[in-house]
């Protein structure tokens, strides 16, 4: 069983930066396939960002450029850093574990981001 806690949420002006930080409990985090999602109010929930346990990483073009995934297995964390926000990225941010990309068997609560413009 793996938990995962985000932080690192909050408001920040449009073309600030803020860094999510997703801790892993457990033993088996550095061979997790890590994901964050985020959920507009009233939109759906959208993969953007991937990073397998080799350190490979994938990205939505919605946040290609401007959004960074990392991992660090000695802290069992994985890490958000966002640049450049836009008010379009207002959204509750979700880190996601799993064997595979698609295929995610444990998620965190979620942290708020909003972005004013």
């Known amino acids: 069983q793996v938990q995962l806690v985000e932080s690192g949420g909050g408001l920040v002006q449009a073309g600030g930066s803020l860094r999510l930080s997703c801790a892993a409990s457990g033993s088996r985090f550095r061979i997790y396939t890590m994901g964050w999602y985020r959920q507009p109010l009233g939109k759906q929930r959208e993969l953007f960002a991937t990073i397998t346990s080799g350190g490979s990483t994938a990205y939505a073009d919605s946040i290609k450029g401007r959004f960074t995934i990392s991992r660090d297995n000695a802290k069992d964390t994985v890490y958000l850093q966002m640049n450049s926000l836009k008010a379009e990225d207002t959204a509750v941010y979700y880190c996601?574990?799993?064997?595979?990309?698609?295929?995610?068997?444990?998620w965190g609560q979620g942290t708020q981001v909003t972005v004013s413009s």
């Open positions: 996601s574990a799993g064997p595979f990309t698609g295929r995610w068997d444990y």
